[in-house]
Every structure is written in C-alpha cells, then in structure tokens.
C-alpha cells in the first residue's frame, strides 16, 4: 500500500475513534485520582477511603442480632427501613444525574466544574451525602444493629467532614457560593453537624 494512502486510513481512523462517544471509563479519568493522593491525601481521598469503608461495613450481619436480645425486631420497622434503604438509593441517582460531568468522588472539585444548584441540589448542597445517610438509617431500621447504628454515625461524622472540605474548595472557585450556602441546608436541615449555613 504507498505510503500516502497508508496515511490516509491512519488519518480516518483517529478521525472515526475521536468521533465515537466516550466509553464508561471517560467520565472518570477526571477525578483526580492517582496513587500518590491516596499516600498524601491531596484531593481529600482518605475522606473518600474512609466513605467507602463504613458503606461497605454496611454489609456486615447485624450485631448483636434482634433476636438475642429476646424478642423479635418488629416487622413494620424493618419493611419502613427496607423503603428508607430505596428511596435513598432513588435520591443518590438522582444526585448522580443532577452533576453530570461535574461529578467526581473527591471532595475537591473538578477543574472548571460549574457550580450546580438545579434539581435535587435546590433541596441541599450535598444530596449525594443525603442519599448515603438515608441508605445508612434504612440499614439501621431494616436490622435492629447497633453495629450498624455505629455505622450511620461514623457516616455522619464522616461526610460532614467531607463536605467542609468540599465547600473550602467551592467558596474561592465560585462567587455566587456563599449565597447559595447561606440559603441552602447543608445535608439534613436543622441537624448542626449536618446543617451550616452562613
């Protein structure tokens, strides 16, 4: 094949591959992420590691069991905690969604990111972190454990940390943010850890 048309299709070919949408993994090559944050914490990934731990201890059985404790967990507890557990998972898409190319798990921002406020981040500033603690509470009511209970509360102390971290980093990136803080809850309105306006 000359070397002309040789070039030709090389030259189409990064035309067509530019030209295809982006696969699963495009959205996060932005994040942030890299081995040395998680040795140095430089994005804020220890928040994000420690997140990611108590949502996983979710799994765990419950502890001590209900039943130990000599009576049974009652049943309209666990199916309201069950409903809890999907109306969180239902808001945290919805946050998903509502950030769009802004989203990364970091509490530090994406570079260029807009400042989000339509949707569910009309209702608070942090919805995301909503939907886990909604998630963590149906945990709690669905199994009657305090070892879960302990969860929901590490999780609390957890993204209401994060959450500082993240608004630190919003406040000189965005003008219009001290309006929106001092207007919008937090997390959960009316809970101090969870709810700062200035």
């Known amino acids: ?86 109306v969180g998972l239902a808001l945290a898409l919805q946050a998903f969604w509502g950030l769009g190319a802004n989203l990364t798990p970091l509490p530090d921002p994406k570079p260029g990111a807009a400042l989000v406020t339509r949707g569910p981040y009309r209702r608070c500033r942090h919805p995301l972190y909503q939907a886990i603690l909604l998630c963590s509470l149906g945990v709690v009511l669905a199994l009657g454990s305090l070892l879960h209970l302990a969860l929901l509360l590490a999780l609390v102390a957890v993204l209401g940390g994060k959450a500082r971290r993240e608004e630190g980093r919003l406040l000189p990136l965005h003008a219009d943010y001290p309006a929106y803080r001092a207007t919008t809850p937090a997390i959960l309105p009316g809970l101090p850890w969870l709810d700062w306006r200035h």
Request: proline share 12%; net charge neutral; aromatic share 12%.
């Open 1 to 86: 094949m000359p070397k002309q048309a040789a070039d030709q299709t090389e030259a189409q070919a990064q035309a067509q591959t530019r030209s295809q949408p982006p696969g699963p993994w495009a959205a996060w090559r932005g994040w942030g992420l890299s081995w040395g944050g998680w040795l140095d914490n430089r994005h804020g990934e220890w928040w994000l590691l420690a997140q990611l731990l108590l949502i996983g201890l979710h799994l765990l059985p419950p502890w001590p069991a209900p039943g130990s404790w000599g009576y049974a967990w009652p049943l309209p507890l666990a199916i309201g905690g069950v409903a809890l557990l999907l």
